[in-house]
C-alpha cells in the first residue's frame, strides 16, 4: 500500500472513531487497530493524535472544497452563482459536521483548533468569492471598488451563520425555497448598489 493510502486509510479510521468516541477518548493504539496498521506505522505519518484531528478536518474540508469548485464552474448568472454557493457551502458543512456524531460536539467545543485548520480552505473560499465577483464585473452585474474587500465581508458574514446553521437554528419551519430566498434577498439586496441593472 503506498504511503498516500495508507495515510488515508489511518484519517478515515480516526475520522470514524471520533465520531463514535469523540477526540478525547480514542487513543493512538484504537486508530492503529481501526486501521489494521501498527503503532509505527501511524506515528511515521503523524507526531501525534492532534496532528490526526487537524488532518481529519482538513479532509472533511477538502469535501466541502470539492463541492464549492462544483458550484463555482457552473454555468448560471454570477448573482445566482453566489447565492449557490453559500448554500452550498452552509447545507455541506452542516452534512459533514453532522454525520461525525461526537465529533461533532469537538468541532464546537475545539472551534479554536479547527479554525487553525481552516485557514487554508478560508483562501480558497474567499478566492472562489472573488472569482464570481469578478465576472459580474465582467458582466456590468456588479459594480465594486473593492473586489478584495467585497469577497472577504461576504466570506466572514456566511461563516458568522455558519453555527447557527448547523445547529438549525435559522431554519425553522421554513422550506428550503423560503430559506433560499431569504438569504437571496438579503444579500443581493446588501449588494443592491454593487449590482447593475438587469
Not at 22 to 41: L, P, S
Not at 71 to 92: G, N, Y
Amino acid at each position: 500500500m503506498s504511503s498516500t493510502k495508507t495515510r488515508k486509510t489511518i484519517i478515515d479510521a480516526a475520522r470514524q472513531l471520533f465520531a463514535l468516541q469523540g477526540f478525547h477518548n480514542v487513543t493512538i493504539g484504537e486508530i492503529a487497530i481501526k486501521a489494521r496498521k501498527g503503532r509505527r506505522t501511524v506515528y511515521s505519518h503523524f507526531k501525534n493524535k492532534e496532528e490526526i484531528y487537524d488532518a481529519v478536518v482538513e479532509n472533511e474540508l477538502d469535501i466541502l472544497s470539492d463541492m464549492l469548485l462544483q458550484v463555482a464552474s457552473r454555468h448560471c448568472p454570477p448573482d445566482k452563482k453566489l447565492i449557490e454557493l453559500i448554500f452550498a457551502r452552509l447545507d455541506t458543512i452542516r452534512t459533514v459536521v453532522s454525520r461525525n456524531g461526537n465529533l461533532h460536539a469537538d468541532f464546537f467545543r475545539d472551534i479554536i483548533r479547527v479554525e487553525n485548520v481552516r485557514r487554508k480552505f478560508d483562501s480558497k473560499e474567499i478566492a472562489l468569492i472573488k472569482t464570481i465577483l469578478i465576472e459580474g464585473v465582467g458582466q456590468g452585474l456588479f459594480h465594486i471598488q473593492d473586489i478584495d474587500i467585497t469577497a472577504k465581508i461576504i466570506h466572514y458574514c456566511v461563516k458568522g451563520i455558519e453555527v447557527p446553521y448547523i445547529l438549525g437554528k435559522l431554519t425553522g419551519e421554513l422550506s428550503s425555497g423560503q430559506r433560499k430566498k431569504i438569504v437571496e434577498d438579503l444579500v443581493l439586496g446588501a449588494l443592491a448598489g454593487m449590482r447593475g441593472s438587469r
